[in-house]
């Protein structure tokens, strides 16, 4: 078969650099982007592959990154969009640029990234995006509301640009993660500038909770590699990719939500339509 082409954001660590790893060692071709040289040097000499030095939330860079990719490789078979961080506090505690920093890097570099290798793959036929979401786009909680909310806005995003590009032989797949053993809660997390102590007193201490899971989640970065890249190969069977126990439990759970809400206001909500 025809190497693919791979392009995988944010591969300096965690689970981008993993999944690029078991790519390259299938045959396939892969291309990363990093934040800075010294990951893209690193990155080069122990994954063998290249790598483009982007800052993905200013996403005025994004089409040029895609047209040297083109250039060089004449094709994009598959985009993960897997780089992105967590923004953790209270929803009151976030000032108004740091709630901007995240969507600009979890949705808007996502939707950019999208709207840049769509032509490409409509020409060729093809072509896969797989969306990094989470398991708080399903069920939010205390503490990660406006993380969730940039996961939310990719969940609707991609729902409908999973329709659009059908016609196409485009295909979107949402991986739905749980928590992973990467870094995510240590030099990746970020948390809101203020601090509330109400909260902490009536809820919870969002830092510290959080900072106690770091190297004891549950999710294996290695397995959830091999799991996106066969459904990729497989041709994604299936809009979402549900992984780790946590996201199925939160699924369940949000079914069971909706369900409640069906029987307890569906007379209702019919009576209300003329």
Do not use: H
Request: glycine share 8%.
């Amino acid at each position: 078969m025809k190497q693919k082409v791979w392009l995988i954001t944010g591969v300096s660590k965690g689970l981008g650099r993993e999944i690029a790893k078991q790519v390259v060692n299938k045959g396939d071709i892969v291309i990363g982007t990093v934040r800075n040289a010294e990951d893209k040097e690193n990155f080069e000499s122990s994954i063998g592959t290249k790598a483009f030095v982007i800052d993905l939330a200013n996403t005025e860079q994004i089409p040029s990154l895609i047209d040297a990719i083109i250039k060089q490789y004449g094709q994009i078979d598959v985009l993960v969009n897997n780089a992105g961080f967590g923004a953790f506090g209270m929803i009151e505690e976030f000032e108004e640029e740091e709630i901007i920093n995240q969507f600009n890097v979890n949705f808007i570099a996502v939707w950019k990234l999208c709207q840049a290798v769509l032509p490409f793959m409509r020409g060729k036929g093809r072509g896969t995006i797989v969306q990094k979401s989470s398991r708080v786009a399903i069920t939010a909680g205390i503490g990660n509301g406006i993380y969730a909310s940039s996961k939310f806005a990719l969940e609707g995003m991609s729902e409908a640009l999973k329709q659009e590009v059908e016609p196409f032989g485009i295909k979107i797949m949402l991986a739905e993660l749980g928590t992973l053993r990467t870094d995510f809660f240590g030099a990746s997390v970020k948390y809101a500038k203020n601090s509330l102590p109400l909260y902490t007193e009536k809820l919870t201490d969002i830092r510290a909770s959080t900072k106690k899971l770091n190297g004891k989640q549950s999710g294996n970065p290695i397995k959830v590699a091999q799991a996106i890249i066969e459904a990729v190969n497989k041709d994604v069977p299936a809009f979402r990719l549900p992984l780790t126990a946590g996201t199925i439990d939160a699924m369940k759970a949000k079914i069971a939500e909706f369900q409640n809400a069906i029987e307890l206001n569906e007379n209702l909500a019919r009576s209300v339509d003329y």
